[in-house]
């Protein structure tokens, strides 16, 4: 379990922007956020960094860290890992090798498409799930943000998460293996950055889930470089030293992507961070063992609908689509040389993904159970509206933060209007009493 003042998020709060509004509260899927005097306040050991609060908030308080094309400068060879939905972010007959030659432009050196190594994931997930029948379902570990809701609030579930490393890390290992062997290149020489839709990727890479090590060096964000790349998609094209993914990997971008590229039928697809969450109690409750495989992905309509992109995803994913079609299901892939590797377990996660508690009352046993039973006894005396003035996003929540000293009840509105009714009777009843020495009059003379 990693300990909580390691904790790396790339969702980060602009203080001075903040205004309190309590949007942020109400959208976060964990409840990671709390308003305390009239900021916004995120809590490291419930945030999965997918991104909700950066697109909800009215005052752009919220917004994702991630690297400067500066960065190039600290390495001697540079490679560009563009996501799949990066090619659905321009306008309609942009073709897929204009966009990497705008890369090769504005300063890398190469590009390794992140959609090719997902076909080579594509057919490692396929054959997994034939070999190993006794999980159902398994879930995709393609989406960090996913895979951190499930260590925070469904830790039970991380043994379905199937163990494969994702199209960014693959495509990472590859670039830098070629480029050593081709032209003697050190790893430690050799930047690479993948070019995200999301801050989950970028947290991914601070901090990997599943692994001690990463084989990528930094993360743009896609609307930050977007400009850029405009800029210069009008260009011939380059000779890279890389294949060239082809529409099975283009279409991990948008929902439905990546179970279109395994080849299924018994598959679930679902996008959107509360869907998930819906479909993993489902799991959670044995409700979905008949189903073989599901492709969880946090973003509304997939990668494309990252907080970081900046089309409209609904025509992103036409985009996507079309592209996908245009680019045809004829990959430069050796499936035969990826299963071989697969069985030498060069696709394998090297470590265990482990549980993040996100709910810890006390340290000790005794004193965790007494504040247990004030909790539930907190919960029932407020009003149960869940209506977020507190600062909290739930009555349930607020009881919580009273319980650790983080929040008490006059936090909520309505305890304090009842209290100050109680205190006002009190007051009109003390105004009434005289002091015994005093006469009092019959109002009846």
């Known amino acids: 379990m990693i300990p909580l003042q390691q904790s790396y998020h790339s969702v980060t709060l602009d203080v001075k922007k903040c205004k309190g509004c309590t949007n942020c509260i109400k959208g976060c899927p964990t409840e990671a956020i709390r308003v ?5 306040h995120i809590l490291d050991d419930k945030c999965i960094d997918c991104g909700e609060c950066i ?7 919220k917004y994702a860290s991630t690297d400067s094309i500066a960065r190039l400068k600290d390495f001697k060879f540079n490679v560009a890992l563009p996501a799949p939905s990066l090619f659905g972010q321009f306008k309609e007959g942009t073709a897929a090798k204009n966009i990497v030659y705008a890369l090769k432009k504005i300063g890398f050196d190469e590009v390794y498409e992140v959609p090719l190594a997902a076909e080579e994931v594509s057919i490692v997930i396929r054959e997994y799930i034939k070999k190993h029948n006794n999980i159902r379902p398994l879930i ?27 199209p960014m890390e693959i495509a990472a290992k590859r670039a830098k293996e070629i480029l050593n062997k081709k032209y003697g290149i050190a790893s430690e020489e050799i930047g690479v950055f993948f070019i995200s839709p999301c801050p989950a990727k970028a947290t991914s890479v601070k901090q990997p889930i599943g692994t001690e090590k990463t084989y990528v060096d930094g993360v743009l964000s896609i609307s930050g470089i977007f400009g850029d790349i405009v800029k210069n998609l009008d260009g011939e094209e380059f000779e890279s030293i890389f294949n060239s993914a ?29 869907n998930c969450i819906e479909v993993l ?9 008949d189903i073989d495989y599901i492709e969880c992905q946090a973003c509304v309509g997939g990668c494309i609908g990252g907080a970081l992109t900046v089309e409209n995803q609904y025509i992103a994913r036409v985009k996507i689509r079309r592209l996908s079609e245009k680019m045809g299901c004829h990959t430069s892939v050796d499936e035969k040389k990826v299963l071989e590797q697969f069985n030498e377990g060069y696709f394998d996660l090297e470590g265990k993904i482990h549980p993040k508690s996100s709910f810890k009352l006390d340290d000790d046993l005794v004193k965790a159970i007494q504040k247990m039973e004030l909790l539930e006894k907190t919960v029932k005396d407020l009003p149960g509206l869940d209506c977020g003035s507190c ?5 349930r929540s607020l009881a919580e933060d009273i319980v650790k000293g983080q929040a008490n009840e006059a936090d909520c509105v309505f305890r304090l209007r009842d209290k100050v009714k109680h205190l006002a009777a009190e007051m009109f009843d003390l105004a009434q009493k005289m002091p015994p020495t005093m006469e009092t009059k019959d ?3």
């Open 140 to 166: 995709s570990s393609s989406c960090p943000a996913v895979i951190r809701l499930i260590q925070v609030r469904f830790p039970e579930l991380i043994r379905n998460i199937i163990p494969i490393k994702s």
């Open 281 to 289: 109690e489902e799991v959670e409750m044995n409700k979905l063992f």
């Open 36 to 40: 305390r005097n009239g900021k916004a």
């Open 443 to 445: 109002n009846g003379e």
């Open 391 to 395: 600062g909290s996003p739930s009555c």
């Open 246 to 274: 082809s529409g099975i990997g283009i279409g991990w971008g948008r929902a439905g992507g990546e179970n279109m590229a395994i080849g299924g039928d018994n598959y679930l697809a679902v996008d959107g961070i509360h």
């Open 55 to 61: 697109r909800i908030c009215p005052n752009n308080a």
